[in-house]
């Protein structure tokens, strides 16, 4: 049987509230699609403003006495999460595919990613460490610990329907935090078939609540408003993002965001042209594209760009384009209308303001929500379509004639998450790593995520940062006790 049918089956296509499976309060639900279809999929219970209510009573009821659970009780439970989601890494990676659409290759890899930050986690909650010193002054000892924020709202995007969620469940199991979680409507079965998967491995009820809902701006705020609720952990698009600040703003809530992206992909002449072409195609078909750190600005040496673009065109046309479960298919399509339809868009735009497709530029087949894979040449400084995070696989060619050029085209954005850096010389390359301004780069490697690594982004990017021993502390509160012995 499918995950998906076990889901259907077992009544986890409702919302889960306090370990419970149960249907929204007006007997909502969201029609999920299949994206390489159009068809629907399946139908999942839609959370209406009362069903926040109840989800935030079972968080703040389940918070102290979680709070209070050994630290390596928590790491227990991680780690058999952990094992559970590589047992059934085909399972999970089917339903990935089957309601986001990615290739069944890069959901397998989606799980092994999202697994990790369980692992990671696991160790991390046995090293929440705090200080102790002696005053300056000599009178007394400072001691700093760090205690559990409190019940936590966390929102996540569709595009990695089971990483984005893992990355803030394991942090906040961690620190000792009950949470909310509210998954795209896009994608709530893998978030779904998380909150299973956590009962299994042990988890208390009340400690994870699930609470898909398709009126998001109206069951956010009754969260939000809800004193009880001390964090929210975003990824999304930093249009919500700014929403958001201004919710939290009224209860003064604890927040970190995970915003959109215009990543540059810088290309010196002394660059390995073909390393830039394997790290280029990573950094930008990866997820078809649909990546907050998608390669989003190719800016190429003038020295090199035309043998660049000639080789990226080549492997652009090359790639593989159908239904993510379909046998060597390397590019699935995008998650619905309102992407394709932006894709259609940012050609125009870029048509528009004078530059050329070199390949692709159109929806390709249907049905589905598909679009090709698209080089973009000519792409002057001042194109629009610069400005926009694109969220799919077009990819706009600039050309740049110093560093100093590079630099202040890789900077002419609000946004400062991922950046790549392709040069030959490592000095030169670390130069304008630390001239760009922007929370990640890659040198010379277009794939940078890793649950190790400090993951954020500056600017309009985002505040505070996932993964790494910093994604621990976002949930946790600092302390302080002034002390005389
Ligand atoms: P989105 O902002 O539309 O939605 C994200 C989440 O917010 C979803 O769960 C959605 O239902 C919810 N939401 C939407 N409107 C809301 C409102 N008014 N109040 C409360 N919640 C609301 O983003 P998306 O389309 O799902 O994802 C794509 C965006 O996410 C891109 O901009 C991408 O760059 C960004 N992203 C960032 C990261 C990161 O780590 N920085 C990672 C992945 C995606």
């Given at each position: 049987m499918s995950l998906l049918d076990e889901l259907t089956n077992s009544g986890a296509t409702q919302l889960y509230i306090g370990g419970e499976w149960r249907e929204a309060s007006d007997g909502n639900r969201i029609d999920v699609l299949d994206?390489?279809?159009?068809?629907?999929?399946a139908t999942v219970a839609s959370g209406a403003e009362d069903d926040a209510k109840a989800a935030v009573d079972a968080a703040a009821e389940a918070q102290e006495s979680w709070a209070a659970t050994a630290p390596r009780e928590r790491a227990e439970i991680l780690m058999r999460a952990f094992n559970l989601m590589i047992e059934r890494k085909d399972t999970l990676a089917e339903l990935v595919v089957q309601e986001m659409g990615k290739a069944l290759g890069e959901a397998a890899g989606e799980v092994a990613y999202a697994a990790e930050f369980y692992r990671w986690y696991a160790g991390e909650a046995v090293r929440n460490l705090g200080s102790i010193s002696t005053a300056p002054g000599g009178d007394k000892r400072i001691i700093a610990i760090h205690q559990p924020v409190g019940p936590s709202l966390l929102i996540t995007p569709w595009n990695f329907p089971l990483a984005m969620a893992t990355r803030k469940i394991g942090p906040a199991i961690a620190a000792g935090c009950t949470m909310i979680l509210k998954p795209a409507s896009d994608t709530p079965l893998s978030a779904l078939a998380l909150g299973r998967l956590m009962a299994e491995a042990g988890l208390p009820d009340g400690v994870l609540n699930i609470l898909p809902s398709n009126r998001s701006s109206k069951v956010v705020p009754i969260i939000l408003g809800d004193d009880r609720i001390r964090m929210v952990s975003f990824t999304g698009s930093t249009e919500v993002g700014r929403t958001l600040l201004g919710e939290a703003a009224k209860t003064v809530v604890k927040t970190a965001m995970e915003l959109g992206g215009n990543a540059p992909f810088i290309v010196c002449e002394d660059a390995d042209i073909e390393a830039s072409i394997e790290g280029a195609m990573i950094a930008k078909i990866r997820n078809g594209g649909q990546?907050?750190?998608?390669?989003?600005r190719f800016l190429v040496h003038e020295a090199v760009a035309d043998e660049f673009t000639r080789q990226l065109t080549e492997a652009m046309k090359g790639l593989k384009v159908g239904p993510?479960?379909?046998?060597?298919?390397?590019l699935g399509p995008l998650i619905n209308q309102r992407a394709q339809d932006d894709m259609a868009e940012s050609v125009e735009v870029a048509v528009g303001n004078g530059s050329q497709v070199s390949t692709g530029g159109g929806t390709g087949r249907?049905?589905?929500?598909f679009f090709e894979p698209t080089v973009l040449t000519?792409?002057?400084?001042?194109?629009?379509?610069?400005?926009?995070?694109?969220?799919?696989p077009i990819a706009p060619v600039t050309t740049f004639a110093s560093d100093d050029d590079a630099v202040a085209l890789a900077n002419d954005t609000i946004y400062g998450l991922a950046s790549y850096v392709y040069s030959g010389d490592l000095a030169r390359a670390m130069r304008i790593s630390e001239a760009i301004e922007y929370g990640m780069v890659g040198i010379n490697r277009g794939l940078i995520s890793d649950p190790a690594a400090p993951f954020g982004g500056v600017k309009q990017s985002g505040v505070g940062r996932e993964g790494a021993h910093d994604g621990l502390l976002e949930f946790l509160e600092t302390k302080y006790i002034a002390a005389d012995w």
């Open positions: 994206p390489s279809t159009a068809d629907s999929l990546s907050c750190i998608a390669a989003n993510g479960l379909e046998e060597g298919v390397e249907s049905p589905g929500f000519g792409v002057a400084p001042d194109n629009p379509v610069l400005g926009r995070e694109i969220f799919g």
